[in-house]
């Protein structure tokens, strides 16, 4: 272990990236992958004095720090100005050292962006810890009560051991007491259990509140607890109001199973919507891996014999069943100041959310523990994510991937490679699974043109300049494949090449002289067995990697923000309006070209299941088309739409080719879930052995 002391000084010569000819620029140093160190800001200038200092642990020497310089914009995505790397291993241990480094953008390497200047000192930390302990001392008398109060805490919390955590969704609420003048309130959530407590963000002027918010609580009790829920009224200037009050006894909820629960008020009026889960115990063994239902032969002839074809008509939304086993995970990124991480699995498939327990001090975690998932649409794709657990802090994010159910290969242990938040690129660490999934085609067909299940939990839109390019331009690509077969047709008049006109002349001749509408699907049916024909002969024209760069260019970038001084609330009130215009048109590009892109990907078998079942529904529909007259389709179709309203009043309105579509991966999604390849390094049969710290 080394400790590397960075005293940053000054910039030289930066680049202007505002319009005035100036920057306000800040520096990042990052380490692995991420960030340990960011400067303030210095406004208006482009030889910024800073004479910051950090001291920054080091495990490995042989890692470059990587060191970002950015142009501050309050309300929009910072500019990059650039970028250098320092290489730890030529410093000279114990001499202080002063280096300057050249600032480059590997989008435009000749530019001269400027310099920065640094002054560092590398050491073994164990000629550092006298030192760390004075400032450690100085830093802890002048914080003494805060201090004491976080060390009985922390004393009390591992005098404990956690038998389980509460997972808990806050939807929204409905129907709320209004506690303002003008009919409204301004409401927000406190959740406790126990000594744990959660505070939910506050909603301004509304009744009908949507937090869409999810946190964690330890459960140290075995036979469960209360969960006590106040809803209040925020009142600036004054104490805030009391709206109403409710209590979710954990006792009353089976473990490993989503509930979704609908809360009255009490003392107030309206409800509180959540989700709530109770994974099980947290002292979790080896011997879990024993209880595995489809190794039992009799479990698993029961499992096929309920998703057989023979019942394909019983209990329709109950598409198939998931397990899934998270055996470890090998060579983790060190989150801890101590090189170390203390790791833990959440597994989530649509709205439900299992967890597994932590292992403490351990980059190559073992956790053995086994999931069960009740598939109620077999294109939700399966999400496993590691965090490493702070106490004091949320979790910090160390990789995650995304595996759609239909890609799965049934008990077969795989090592998947660690993706970034944005599932566009590699981060450290694999993690090895083992899933098992058993369903029925029928009625994942059916359930294929029904609305899909919404998730409660998304992220929040932001504006982003990349992103909106990047939409743009996949909108722009599939404008362009219906303009060039415009021009193509256009041509075939034109006479530019005889030959091509003349067969386009004879085709024309031929079609509208036998043209019966069956013959729409079936020149459907047609490409799609042409394209099946180019994929089986080695031809594959499919084109998904299009986006990739795009996206990993976005992605440095676009992984960190600035945060949004209180002070300057009034000036983003007014850029509000414009960010929100701006999302909105960022969503309608991406929908577009989100459209667009799951047409093609459905006729290119990019999920075979999908390109199978519109073979047969094209089937279905020329067959149709060609016995039974327009009209009387027509008739049908006309009064079922009329009369679907007064045969059923509550019935939710669809469209099953939308609905079709929507199971269709645009090329972004086939991009997120595409398996990276595994790193020799880490092969089951050169696997490490477990270092646990």
Not at 60 to 65: F, T, V, W
Not at 332 to 349: H, I, N, Q, R, W
Not at 592 to 614: C, Y
Not at 661 to 670: A, E, M, N
Request: glycine residues 4%.
């Amino acid at each position: 272990m080394y400790q590397l002391d960075i005293t940053l000084r000054r910039g030289q010569n930066l680049a202007a990236r505002d319009r005035g000819g100036t920057s306000d620029p800040y520096v990042k140093f990052k380490l692995g992958g991420k960030e340990v160190f960011r400067s303030k800001t210095i406004h208006k200038n482009l030889n910024p004095v800073w004479e910051e200092k950090t001291c920054i642990l080091i495990d490995n020497p042989r890692e470059p720090l990587y060191i970002k310089v950015f142009d501050y914009d309050f309300g929009l995505q910072d500019d990059f100005i650039g970028s250098a790397f320092l290489n730890l291993a030529s410093l000279e241990l114990n001499r202080q050292t002063d280096v300057t480094l050249s600032l480059k953008d590997p989008h435009y390497p000749d530019h001269d962006l400027g310099n920065i200047l640094l002054s560092v000192l590398l050491a073994p930390r164990e000629e550092q810890r006298e030192a760390t302990m004075l400032m450690r001392k100085s830093w802890k008398r002048s914080s003494k009560f805060q201090t004491q109060s976080l060390r009985l805490s922390d004393l009390h919390r591992k005098s404990q051991l956690w038998r389980g955590i509460v997972s808990i969704t806050l939807i929204e609420g409905r129907e709320l007491k209004a506690m303002d003048a003008n009919g409204l309130s301004d409401p927000y959530v406190k959740f406790r259990l126990g000594h744990q407590k959660y505070k939910s963000k506050i909603m301004p002027k509304t009744l009908n509140p949507q937090w869409r918010e999810q946190f964690d609580f330890h459960l140290y009790e075995e036979r469960g607890g209360i969960i006590d829920i106040t809803v209040w009224d925020k009142d600036a200037g004054k104490k805030d109001d009391f709206i109403g009050r409710c209590q979710v006894d954990l006792s009353t909820l089976s473990k490993e199973q989503t509930h979704k629960l609908e809360m009255p008020l009490e003392e107030g009026e309206g409800c509180l919507v959540l989700l709530v889960t109770l994974t099980a115990s947290a002292a979790v063994t080896i011997s879990d891996l024993s209880v595995n239902s489809l190794e039992d032969p009799k479990e698993r002839e029961e499992i096929l014999k309920r998703y057989s074809p023979m019942r394909m008509f019983q209990n329709m939304k109950d598409v198939g069943f998931l397990q899934v086993k998270v055996i470890r995970a090998e060579a983790l990124m060190a989150a801890d100041v101590t090189g170390k991480s203390d790791p833990f699995c959440v597994v989530e498939l649509n709205n439900d959310r299992l967890l597994t327990h932590t292992v403490y001090k351990n980059l190559n975690p073992e956790w053995n523990k086994i999931f069960t998932f009740n598939v109620k649409d077999i294109h939700s794709v399966l999400e496993v994510t590691v965090y490493d657990e702070d106490r004091d802090r949320s979790a910090d994010f160390l990789g995650k991937v995304a595996i759609p159910l239909l890609s799965i290969q049934n008990g077969e242990q795989k090592a998947y490679v660690l993706k970034n938040k944005q599932l566009t690129g590699p981060t450290k660490g694999v993690i090895y699974l083992e899933i098992d999934v058993i369903f029925n085609a029928v009625k994942a067909s059916v359930r294929t043109l029904m609305p899909k299940e919404q998730k409660y939990i998304e992220e929040e839109n932001r504006l982003s300049k990349q992103l909106l390019l990047r939409n743009f331009i996949r909108m722009k690509r599939c404008v362009m494949v219906l303009i060039n077969a415009a021009y193509y047709i256009n041509s075939c008049f034109d006479w530019d090449s005889p030959p091509r006109s003349l067969a386009a002349f004879l085709l024309f001749l031929f079609v509208v002289w036998n043209f019966e509408l069956y013959m729409i699907p079936l020149a459907l049916l047609l490409l799609l067995a042409w394209n099946y024909f180019l994929i089986i002969s080695g031809k594959d024209n499919r084109q998904h990697d299009t986006v990739v760069e795009d996206m990993l260019e976005d992605e440095e970038e676009e992984d960190d923000r600035d945060d949004k001084d209180s002070e300057k609330k009034g000036f983003m009130d007014k850029l509000y309006a414009i960010q929100e215009v701006c999302v909105s048109v960022q969503n309608i590009l991406d929908e577009v070209a989100s459209f667009g892109e799951r047409i093609k990907n459905t006729f290119n078998w990019t999920v075979p299941f999908l390109s199978w079942l519109a073979i047969v529904a094209l089937c279905v529909f020329t067959v149709i088309l060609y016995f039974i007259p327009l009209r009387y389709i027509v008739l049908v179709w006309g009064i079922n739409k009329f009369t679907k309203k007064l045969r059923s009043p509550y019935a939710i309105d669809n469209n099953e080719l939308l609905d079709f579509l929507s199971r269709v991966p645009s090329d972004v999604q086939v991009v997120q879930y595409h398996e990276l390849k595994q790193d020799p390094s880490h092969s089951p049969s050169k696997r490490k052995k477990n270092n646990p710290g």
